[in-house]
Protein backbone atom coordinates (compact mmCIF):
# COMPACT_ATOMS: atom_id res chain seq x y z
CA UNK A 1 0.00 0.00 0.00
CA UNK A 2 1.39 3.62 -0.81
CA UNK A 3 1.54 5.97 2.10
CA UNK A 4 1.61 9.92 1.22
CA UNK A 5 3.45 12.51 2.96
CA UNK A 6 2.78 15.91 2.35
CA UNK A 7 4.55 19.40 3.59
CA UNK A 8 2.01 22.43 3.25
CA UNK A 9 1.10 24.11 0.11
CA UNK A 10 3.44 27.48 0.59
CA UNK A 11 1.66 30.62 -0.09
CA UNK A 12 3.83 32.18 -3.36
CA UNK A 13 3.85 35.72 -2.66
CA UNK A 14 7.50 35.79 -2.01
CA UNK A 15 11.04 34.36 -1.29
CA UNK A 16 10.91 30.85 0.52
CA UNK A 17 12.34 31.01 4.29
CA UNK A 18 13.92 28.84 6.79
CA UNK A 19 10.05 27.99 8.54
CA UNK A 20 9.69 26.57 4.74
CA UNK A 21 12.87 25.15 4.88
CA UNK A 22 11.86 23.05 8.21
CA UNK A 23 8.65 21.91 7.20
CA UNK A 24 10.52 20.69 3.82
CA UNK A 25 12.60 18.63 5.72
CA UNK A 26 10.80 16.78 8.58
CA UNK A 27 8.43 15.85 6.15
CA UNK A 28 11.46 14.80 3.35
CA UNK A 29 12.73 12.82 6.82
CA UNK A 30 9.21 11.28 7.31
CA UNK A 31 9.51 10.03 3.50
CA UNK A 32 12.76 8.69 3.83
CA UNK A 33 12.22 6.94 6.87
CA UNK A 34 9.08 5.07 4.95
CA UNK A 35 11.22 3.78 2.03
CA UNK A 36 13.88 2.74 4.32
CA UNK A 37 11.53 0.55 6.26
CA UNK A 38 10.14 -0.83 2.63
CA UNK A 39 6.86 1.33 2.64
CA UNK A 40 6.02 2.87 -0.65
CA UNK A 41 5.92 6.71 0.16
CA UNK A 42 4.95 9.70 -2.00
CA UNK A 43 6.43 12.72 -0.88
CA UNK A 44 3.90 16.34 -1.86
CA UNK A 45 4.48 19.68 -1.75
CA UNK A 46 3.90 23.07 -3.76
CA UNK A 47 2.69 26.51 -4.04
CA UNK A 48 -0.61 27.72 -3.35
CA UNK A 49 -0.24 30.67 -6.20
CA UNK A 50 -4.01 32.70 -6.32
CA UNK A 51 -4.81 34.83 -4.22
CA UNK A 52 -5.02 39.06 -4.05
CA UNK A 53 -1.89 39.55 -2.46
CA UNK A 54 0.39 37.58 -5.05
CA UNK A 55 -1.61 39.79 -7.69
CA UNK A 56 -0.32 42.79 -5.53
CA UNK A 57 2.88 41.49 -4.75
CA UNK A 58 3.43 40.70 -8.54
CA UNK A 59 2.02 44.28 -9.38
CA UNK A 60 4.23 45.59 -6.58
CA UNK A 61 7.51 44.16 -8.77
CA UNK A 62 5.97 45.21 -11.83
CA UNK A 63 5.82 41.69 -13.07
CA UNK A 64 3.10 40.01 -15.11
CA UNK A 65 1.82 37.41 -12.74
CA UNK A 66 2.30 34.81 -14.32
CA UNK A 67 5.95 34.66 -14.81
CA UNK A 68 5.84 36.03 -10.93
CA UNK A 69 4.27 33.11 -9.76
CA UNK A 70 6.51 30.37 -11.58
CA UNK A 71 9.41 32.09 -10.54
CA UNK A 72 8.52 31.91 -7.11
CA UNK A 73 7.37 27.73 -7.66
CA UNK A 74 11.10 27.64 -9.25
CA UNK A 75 12.51 28.98 -6.25
CA UNK A 76 10.82 26.43 -3.89
CA UNK A 77 11.58 23.71 -6.47
CA UNK A 78 15.63 25.08 -6.33
CA UNK A 79 15.72 25.23 -2.66
CA UNK A 80 14.34 21.75 -2.07
CA UNK A 81 17.14 20.16 -3.81
CA UNK A 82 19.65 22.61 -1.90
CA UNK A 83 18.41 20.82 1.05
CA UNK A 84 18.49 17.27 -0.10
CA UNK A 85 14.81 17.35 0.04
CA UNK A 86 13.05 14.80 -2.99
CA UNK A 87 9.52 15.34 -3.47
CA UNK A 88 7.57 13.26 -6.01
CA UNK A 89 4.86 15.50 -6.41
CA UNK A 90 5.67 19.20 -7.17
CA UNK A 91 1.71 20.53 -7.08
CA UNK A 92 0.85 24.23 -8.02
CA UNK A 93 -2.99 25.47 -7.53
CA UNK A 94 -2.49 27.25 -10.89
CA UNK A 95 -2.70 23.93 -12.97
CA UNK A 96 -4.89 23.41 -15.32
CA UNK A 97 -5.91 19.97 -13.91
CA UNK A 98 -5.76 21.55 -10.32
CA UNK A 99 -8.41 24.41 -11.39
CA UNK A 100 -10.43 21.46 -12.88
CA UNK A 101 -10.54 19.51 -9.54
CA UNK A 102 -11.22 22.86 -7.37
CA UNK A 103 -14.28 23.30 -9.70
CA UNK A 104 -15.64 20.08 -9.55
CA UNK A 105 -15.47 19.83 -5.57
CA UNK A 106 -16.85 23.44 -5.18
CA UNK A 107 -19.83 21.77 -7.40
CA UNK A 108 -20.15 18.75 -4.94
CA UNK A 109 -20.30 20.74 -1.32
CA UNK A 110 -23.41 23.38 -3.53
CA UNK A 111 -24.97 19.84 -4.30
CA UNK A 112 -24.42 19.03 -0.84
CA UNK A 113 -25.88 21.92 0.52
CA UNK A 114 -22.73 23.14 2.94
CA UNK A 115 -21.84 25.88 0.50
CA UNK A 116 -24.18 29.07 0.29
CA UNK A 117 -24.36 32.89 -0.95
CA UNK A 118 -24.58 35.49 1.49
CA UNK A 119 -22.53 38.18 3.40
CA UNK A 120 -19.76 38.39 5.66
CA UNK A 121 -18.63 41.10 8.18
CA UNK A 122 -15.32 40.50 10.31
CA UNK A 123 -11.98 41.44 11.47
CA UNK A 124 -9.60 41.36 8.28
CA UNK A 125 -6.24 40.49 8.19
CA UNK A 126 -4.68 41.69 4.75
CA UNK A 127 -1.76 39.81 5.58
CA UNK A 128 -3.21 36.62 6.39
CA UNK A 129 -6.09 37.28 3.38
CA UNK A 130 -8.50 35.82 6.54
CA UNK A 131 -11.29 36.70 8.72
CA UNK A 132 -10.88 36.63 12.25
CA UNK A 133 -13.01 36.47 14.61
CA UNK A 134 -12.93 38.71 18.12
CA UNK A 135 -11.73 36.07 20.93
CA UNK A 136 -8.98 35.35 18.15
CA UNK A 137 -7.55 38.91 18.24
CA UNK A 138 -4.86 40.69 20.18
CA UNK A 139 -6.02 44.30 20.60
CA UNK A 140 -7.76 44.20 17.26
CA UNK A 141 -4.29 43.04 15.94
CA UNK A 142 -3.56 39.33 14.13
CA UNK A 143 -2.56 36.55 16.02
CA UNK A 144 -0.06 35.44 13.41
CA UNK A 145 1.52 38.84 11.77
CA UNK A 146 0.51 41.47 14.78
CA UNK A 147 -0.90 43.70 12.17
CA UNK A 148 -4.26 45.53 12.82
CA UNK A 149 -7.02 43.92 11.24
CA UNK A 150 -9.53 46.31 9.55
CA UNK A 151 -13.16 46.05 9.55
CA UNK A 152 -14.72 44.18 5.80
CA UNK A 153 -18.09 43.60 4.66
CA UNK A 154 -18.59 41.53 1.67
CA UNK A 155 -20.88 39.31 -0.17
CA UNK A 156 -19.33 35.41 -0.11
CA UNK A 157 -20.08 32.18 -0.25
CA UNK A 158 -19.93 30.37 3.11
CA UNK A 159 -19.37 26.93 4.05
CA UNK A 160 -21.69 25.58 7.23
CA UNK A 161 -18.75 24.42 9.25
CA UNK A 162 -20.86 24.29 12.50
CA UNK A 163 -22.64 21.37 10.88
CA UNK A 164 -19.28 19.01 11.29
CA UNK A 165 -18.14 20.29 14.81
CA UNK A 166 -19.88 17.51 16.86
CA UNK A 167 -17.96 15.16 14.16
CA UNK A 168 -15.21 16.24 14.86
CA UNK A 169 -15.20 16.58 18.24
CA UNK A 170 -16.42 13.08 19.00
CA UNK A 171 -13.16 11.87 15.81
CA UNK A 172 -10.72 13.83 18.15
CA UNK A 173 -12.00 12.12 21.44
CA UNK A 174 -11.88 8.74 19.85
CA UNK A 175 -8.49 9.18 18.14
CA UNK A 176 -6.47 11.09 21.00
CA UNK A 177 -3.00 10.24 18.96
CA UNK A 178 -4.05 11.65 15.71
CA UNK A 179 -2.32 15.31 16.13
CA UNK A 180 1.37 14.78 17.12
CA UNK A 181 2.71 16.77 19.71
CA UNK A 182 0.10 15.47 21.53
CA UNK A 183 -0.45 18.87 22.99
CA UNK A 184 -1.71 20.85 20.11
CA UNK A 185 -4.30 17.55 20.01
CA UNK A 186 -5.62 18.40 23.00
CA UNK A 187 -5.45 22.64 22.96
CA UNK A 188 -7.68 22.24 19.80
CA UNK A 189 -10.48 20.02 21.62
CA UNK A 190 -10.92 23.11 23.76
CA UNK A 191 -11.35 25.22 20.61
CA UNK A 192 -14.37 22.99 19.21
CA UNK A 193 -15.55 23.07 22.33
CA UNK A 194 -15.80 26.58 23.50
CA UNK A 195 -19.09 26.96 20.85
CA UNK A 196 -20.25 27.14 17.77
CA UNK A 197 -18.33 27.38 14.66
CA UNK A 198 -18.97 30.48 12.13
CA UNK A 199 -19.89 29.75 8.98
CA UNK A 200 -17.04 30.34 6.73
CA UNK A 201 -15.91 32.57 3.95
CA UNK A 202 -15.15 30.29 0.60
CA UNK A 203 -14.92 32.71 -1.76
CA UNK A 204 -13.73 36.39 -3.00
CA UNK A 205 -15.77 38.90 -4.87
CA UNK A 206 -13.03 41.49 -5.56
CA UNK A 207 -10.34 39.31 -6.50
CA UNK A 208 -9.74 37.67 -10.18
CA UNK A 209 -6.97 35.69 -9.80
CA UNK A 210 -7.81 32.60 -8.50
CA UNK A 211 -10.44 29.88 -9.75
CA UNK A 212 -13.91 31.33 -11.14
CA UNK A 213 -16.72 29.92 -9.18
CA UNK A 214 -19.07 28.36 -11.57
CA UNK A 215 -21.29 30.67 -12.94
CA UNK A 216 -20.47 33.61 -10.13
CA UNK A 217 -18.04 36.34 -11.07
CA UNK A 218 -16.72 35.07 -7.18
CA UNK A 219 -13.08 33.48 -6.80
CA UNK A 220 -12.62 30.31 -5.14
CA UNK A 221 -10.95 31.23 -1.64
CA UNK A 222 -7.59 29.69 -0.41
CA UNK A 223 -9.34 27.21 1.76
CA UNK A 224 -10.64 25.11 -0.88
CA UNK A 225 -8.51 25.56 -3.34
CA UNK A 226 -5.11 25.13 -1.35
CA UNK A 227 -6.44 22.58 0.86
CA UNK A 228 -6.86 20.38 -1.89
CA UNK A 229 -4.05 20.20 -3.75
CA UNK A 230 -3.50 17.57 -1.74
CA UNK A 231 -6.44 15.64 -3.23
CA UNK A 232 -4.58 16.77 -7.23
CA UNK A 233 -1.52 15.65 -6.06
CA UNK A 234 -2.40 12.23 -4.75
CA UNK A 235 -4.39 11.31 -7.94
CA UNK A 236 -1.28 12.54 -10.08
CA UNK A 237 1.00 10.02 -8.27
CA UNK A 238 -1.89 7.30 -9.55
CA UNK A 239 -3.71 7.22 -6.16
CA UNK A 240 -7.54 8.05 -5.48
CA UNK A 241 -9.27 10.59 -3.08
CA UNK A 242 -9.73 7.69 -0.82
CA UNK A 243 -6.27 7.60 -0.30
CA UNK A 244 -6.10 10.60 1.83
CA UNK A 245 -6.68 8.33 4.63
CA UNK A 246 -2.96 7.31 4.41
CA UNK A 247 -1.66 10.59 4.33
CA UNK A 248 0.60 12.34 6.90
CA UNK A 249 0.00 15.90 6.79
CA UNK A 250 3.17 18.04 8.21
CA UNK A 251 2.65 22.00 9.06
CA UNK A 252 3.18 24.73 11.46
CA UNK A 253 1.50 24.97 14.91
CA UNK A 254 -0.05 28.53 12.60
CA UNK A 255 -1.68 27.33 10.11
CA UNK A 256 -3.37 24.08 12.71
CA UNK A 257 -6.72 25.08 12.50
CA UNK A 258 -6.65 24.90 8.67
CA UNK A 259 -5.71 21.40 8.53
CA UNK A 260 -7.33 20.02 12.03
CA UNK A 261 -10.75 22.07 11.42
CA UNK A 262 -11.43 23.22 7.95
CA UNK A 263 -9.77 20.67 5.95
CA UNK A 264 -11.22 17.76 7.89
CA UNK A 265 -14.91 18.81 7.71
CA UNK A 266 -14.39 19.55 3.83
CA UNK A 267 -13.52 15.90 3.65
CA UNK A 268 -16.26 15.06 6.08
CA UNK A 269 -18.67 17.23 3.83
CA UNK A 270 -17.66 15.23 0.66
CA UNK A 271 -18.12 11.83 2.76
CA UNK A 272 -13.91 11.45 2.23
CA UNK A 273 -11.93 9.85 4.98
CA UNK A 274 -9.56 11.91 7.35
CA UNK A 275 -5.83 12.00 6.79
CA UNK A 276 -3.96 9.25 8.87
CA UNK A 277 -2.21 11.82 11.11
CA UNK A 278 -0.90 15.63 11.45
CA UNK A 279 2.71 16.06 12.64
CA UNK A 280 2.54 19.97 13.81
CA UNK A 281 6.09 21.67 14.40
CA UNK A 282 6.59 24.60 16.65
CA UNK A 283 8.54 27.75 15.29
CA UNK A 284 12.07 28.73 14.30
CA UNK A 285 12.59 32.42 15.97
CA UNK A 286 15.18 35.17 15.41
CA UNK A 287 15.85 37.08 18.69
CA UNK A 288 12.04 35.85 19.75
CA UNK A 289 10.45 36.76 16.61
CA UNK A 290 8.54 34.08 14.14
CA UNK A 291 10.84 33.80 10.26
CA UNK A 292 8.09 35.20 8.00
CA UNK A 293 7.73 36.54 4.73
CA UNK A 294 6.33 40.18 6.30
CA UNK A 295 8.94 40.86 8.76
CA UNK A 296 12.28 42.33 7.71
CA UNK A 297 13.84 41.38 10.65
CA UNK A 298 13.58 37.83 10.55
CA UNK A 299 14.38 37.72 6.85
CA UNK A 300 17.30 35.38 6.08
CA UNK A 301 18.63 33.13 2.89
CA UNK A 302 18.05 30.10 3.71
CA UNK A 303 21.12 29.02 1.32
CA UNK A 304 23.48 31.17 3.96
CA UNK A 305 23.14 28.29 6.39
CA UNK A 306 23.55 25.77 3.77
CA UNK A 307 26.41 27.17 2.47
CA UNK A 308 27.95 27.50 6.30
CA UNK A 309 26.67 23.97 7.65
CA UNK A 310 25.75 21.82 4.28
CA UNK A 311 22.69 20.46 3.83
CA UNK A 312 22.95 17.61 6.07
CA UNK A 313 24.76 20.06 8.80
CA UNK A 314 21.43 22.01 8.54
CA UNK A 315 19.02 18.57 8.37
CA UNK A 316 20.86 17.29 11.68
CA UNK A 317 21.03 20.82 13.61
CA UNK A 318 17.03 21.20 13.11
CA UNK A 319 16.49 17.88 14.33
CA UNK A 320 18.77 17.92 16.91
CA UNK A 321 18.27 21.65 18.52
CA UNK A 322 14.50 20.88 19.77
CA UNK A 323 11.75 18.59 20.03
CA UNK A 324 8.42 19.81 17.56
CA UNK A 325 6.26 20.86 20.65
CA UNK A 326 9.17 23.94 21.51
CA UNK A 327 10.06 26.73 19.83
CA UNK A 328 13.52 27.62 19.52
CA UNK A 329 15.89 30.27 18.49
CA UNK A 330 17.88 30.52 14.83
CA UNK A 331 21.42 30.59 15.76
CA UNK A 332 24.05 29.90 12.97
CA UNK A 333 27.14 29.92 16.03
CA UNK A 334 24.88 27.36 17.85
CA UNK A 335 24.39 25.26 14.82
CA UNK A 336 27.86 25.32 13.73
CA UNK A 337 29.03 24.37 17.23
CA UNK A 338 26.58 21.16 17.13
CA UNK A 339 27.14 19.63 14.36
CA UNK A 340 30.94 19.82 14.62
CA UNK A 341 30.43 18.16 18.33
CA UNK A 342 28.35 15.58 16.66
CA UNK A 343 28.85 14.68 13.16
CA UNK A 344 32.27 16.10 12.67
CA UNK A 345 34.31 15.34 15.86
CA UNK A 346 32.14 12.48 17.59
CA UNK A 347 30.45 10.59 14.51
CA UNK A 348 33.02 11.45 11.66
CA UNK A 349 36.29 10.98 13.36
CA UNK A 350 35.33 7.49 14.92
CA UNK A 351 34.63 6.11 11.37
CA UNK A 352 37.78 7.51 10.10
CA UNK A 353 39.69 6.19 13.18
CA UNK A 354 38.63 2.96 13.75
CA UNK A 355 38.46 2.15 9.47
CA UNK A 356 41.64 3.95 9.46
CA UNK A 357 43.21 0.95 11.29
CA UNK A 358 41.37 -1.64 9.04
CA UNK A 359 43.01 -0.43 6.32
CA UNK A 360 46.42 -0.04 7.67
CA UNK A 361 46.50 -3.66 9.87
CA UNK A 362 43.69 -6.13 8.20
CA UNK A 363 44.01 -4.46 4.82
CA UNK A 364 40.61 -3.84 4.74
CA UNK A 365 39.22 -6.88 6.09
CA UNK A 366 38.24 -8.25 9.40
CA UNK A 367 37.75 -12.29 9.97
CA UNK A 368 33.69 -13.11 10.77
CA UNK A 369 31.94 -12.22 13.50
CA UNK A 370 32.37 -16.15 15.28
CA UNK A 371 36.27 -15.55 15.10
CA UNK A 372 36.03 -13.22 18.19
CA UNK A 373 32.42 -14.94 19.80
CA UNK A 374 34.61 -15.01 23.30
CA UNK A 375 34.63 -11.31 23.41
CA UNK A 376 32.14 -9.98 26.53
CA UNK A 377 33.11 -6.15 25.65
CA UNK A 378 32.43 -6.58 22.21
CA UNK A 379 28.92 -8.73 22.31
CA UNK A 380 27.40 -6.64 24.95
CA UNK A 381 27.83 -3.38 22.99
CA UNK A 382 26.54 -4.86 20.21
CA UNK A 383 23.77 -6.09 21.68
CA UNK A 384 22.88 -2.52 23.06
CA UNK A 385 23.47 -1.14 19.51
CA UNK A 386 20.14 -3.85 18.58
CA UNK A 387 18.33 -2.46 21.40
CA UNK A 388 19.23 1.71 20.94
CA UNK A 389 18.36 0.89 16.89
CA UNK A 390 15.00 -0.31 18.47
CA UNK A 391 14.43 2.88 20.14
CA UNK A 392 15.44 4.61 16.87
CA UNK A 393 12.71 3.25 14.68
CA UNK A 394 10.00 3.69 17.71
CA UNK A 395 11.26 7.46 17.58
CA UNK A 396 10.53 7.38 13.94
CA UNK A 397 7.25 5.49 14.25
CA UNK A 398 6.25 8.85 16.65
CA UNK A 399 7.35 11.15 14.35
CA UNK A 400 9.96 12.33 16.36
CA UNK A 401 13.43 12.84 14.68
CA UNK A 402 14.68 14.82 17.86
CA UNK A 403 14.64 11.57 20.00
CA UNK A 404 16.02 10.06 16.54
CA UNK A 405 19.19 11.90 17.05
CA UNK A 406 19.65 12.06 20.90
CA UNK A 407 19.42 8.36 20.89
CA UNK A 408 21.66 7.92 18.22
CA UNK A 409 24.48 10.52 19.74
CA UNK A 410 24.01 8.16 22.63
CA UNK A 411 24.96 5.68 20.66
CA UNK A 412 27.86 7.14 19.22
CA UNK A 413 29.25 7.89 22.67
CA UNK A 414 29.14 4.55 23.86
CA UNK A 415 31.26 3.86 20.99
CA UNK A 416 33.21 6.07 21.32
CA UNK A 417 34.17 5.98 25.47
CA UNK A 418 34.15 2.03 24.07
CA UNK A 419 37.43 2.53 21.42
CA UNK A 420 38.86 4.67 23.83
CA UNK A 421 38.82 1.93 26.50
CA UNK A 422 39.80 -0.75 24.35
CA UNK A 423 42.81 0.89 22.52
CA UNK A 424 43.27 -1.09 19.40
CA UNK A 425 45.86 1.86 17.74
CA UNK A 426 48.26 -0.16 20.48
CA UNK A 427 48.55 -3.19 18.16
CA UNK A 428 52.43 -2.06 17.26
CA UNK A 429 52.86 -2.18 20.97
CA UNK A 430 52.00 -5.64 22.27
CA UNK A 431 48.01 -5.36 21.94
CA UNK A 432 46.72 -8.77 20.91
CA UNK A 433 45.72 -8.62 17.48
CA UNK A 434 42.15 -10.57 18.43
CA UNK A 435 41.35 -7.93 20.78
CA UNK A 436 42.15 -5.26 18.29
CA UNK A 437 40.27 -7.10 15.22
CA UNK A 438 37.21 -8.09 17.90
CA UNK A 439 37.17 -3.94 18.49
CA UNK A 440 37.29 -2.96 14.75
CA UNK A 441 34.76 -5.34 13.67
CA UNK A 442 32.31 -4.27 16.15
CA UNK A 443 33.28 -0.70 15.98
CA UNK A 444 32.70 -0.91 12.02
CA UNK A 445 28.85 -2.93 12.29
CA UNK A 446 27.91 0.16 14.56
CA UNK A 447 28.57 2.72 12.60
CA UNK A 448 27.52 1.27 9.61
CA UNK A 449 24.43 0.72 11.63
CA UNK A 450 23.79 4.29 12.47
CA UNK A 451 25.20 5.61 9.44
CA UNK A 452 21.75 3.71 7.81
CA UNK A 453 19.40 4.73 10.93
CA UNK A 454 20.17 7.93 10.51
CA UNK A 455 20.36 8.54 6.67
CA UNK A 456 16.65 9.76 6.82
CA UNK A 457 18.01 12.95 8.35
CA UNK A 458 22.07 13.12 7.13
CA UNK A 459 21.44 11.48 3.69
CA UNK A 460 24.83 12.71 2.46
CA UNK A 461 26.93 11.79 5.15
CA UNK A 462 25.47 8.10 5.24
CA UNK A 463 25.92 7.64 1.74
CA UNK A 464 29.87 8.87 2.48
CA UNK A 465 29.84 6.17 5.34
CA UNK A 466 28.23 3.02 3.11
CA UNK A 467 30.25 3.87 0.22
CA UNK A 468 33.73 3.06 2.70
CA UNK A 469 31.95 -0.20 2.85
CA UNK A 470 30.67 -0.89 -0.37
CA UNK A 471 27.51 -0.15 -0.26
CA UNK A 472 25.02 2.41 -1.76
CA UNK A 473 22.25 4.18 0.26
CA UNK A 474 19.38 3.62 -1.90
CA UNK A 475 20.41 -0.16 -1.34
CA UNK A 476 19.91 -0.20 1.97
CA UNK A 477 16.80 -0.76 4.01
CA UNK A 478 16.25 -1.44 8.18
CA UNK A 479 16.44 -5.24 7.44
CA UNK A 480 19.95 -4.37 6.51
CA UNK A 481 20.81 -3.02 10.10
CA UNK A 482 21.60 -6.77 11.32
CA UNK A 483 24.95 -7.91 11.44
CA UNK A 484 27.93 -7.80 8.77
CA UNK A 485 29.71 -10.84 9.32
CA UNK A 486 32.26 -9.76 6.73
CA UNK A 487 33.70 -6.18 7.07
CA UNK A 488 35.42 -4.87 3.58
CA UNK A 489 36.60 -1.49 3.11
CA UNK A 490 36.74 -0.09 -0.26
CA UNK A 491 38.29 3.18 0.87
CA UNK A 492 38.79 5.57 3.58
CA UNK A 493 38.18 9.10 3.70
CA UNK A 494 36.67 12.22 5.59
CA UNK A 495 32.98 12.34 5.77
CA UNK A 496 32.27 15.74 7.48
CA UNK A 497 34.77 18.19 7.65
CA UNK A 498 34.15 20.56 10.85
CA UNK A 499 32.89 23.46 9.63
Not at 190 to 201: A, C, F, M, V
Not at 210 to 221: C, F, K, S
Not at 270 to 284: F, M, R
Not at 381 to 400: C, H
Amino acid sequence: MTTYTTTPIFYANGEPHLGHVYSGILADIFHRYRRLIGQPNVLITGTDEHGKKIALAAEAHQRDIHSFVDEKAKAFSDLWESFSITPDVFVRTTDVEHKAKIREIWSRLVNKGDIFLGSYSGEYCVACEQFYSERELNNKRCPVHGKEVETVEEATYLFRLENYRQSLLTFYRDNPDFITPRHFQESLIEQLEIGELEDLSVSRVNNSWGVNVPGDVHTVYVWIDALFSYITAIERSGGSQQDIAETVHVLGKDILKFHAIIWPAFLLALDLPLPKKLVVHSWWTIEGKKISKSNPETTVNPRVFSDKLTSDGLRYAFTRQKPLSRDGNVSIVDFIELVNADLANSFANLVKRNNTLIQKHFNGELPKWESILNDDQCKALFETSLEVLNDIRQAYEAFSPYEVTVRCKQLVDDVNSFFHCRQPWLINKGLEHQHVAATCFVVANIVRQVAIAVSPITPELSASVLSEFGEKLDDTCWETLSLDENIRLTSVNSHFKRV
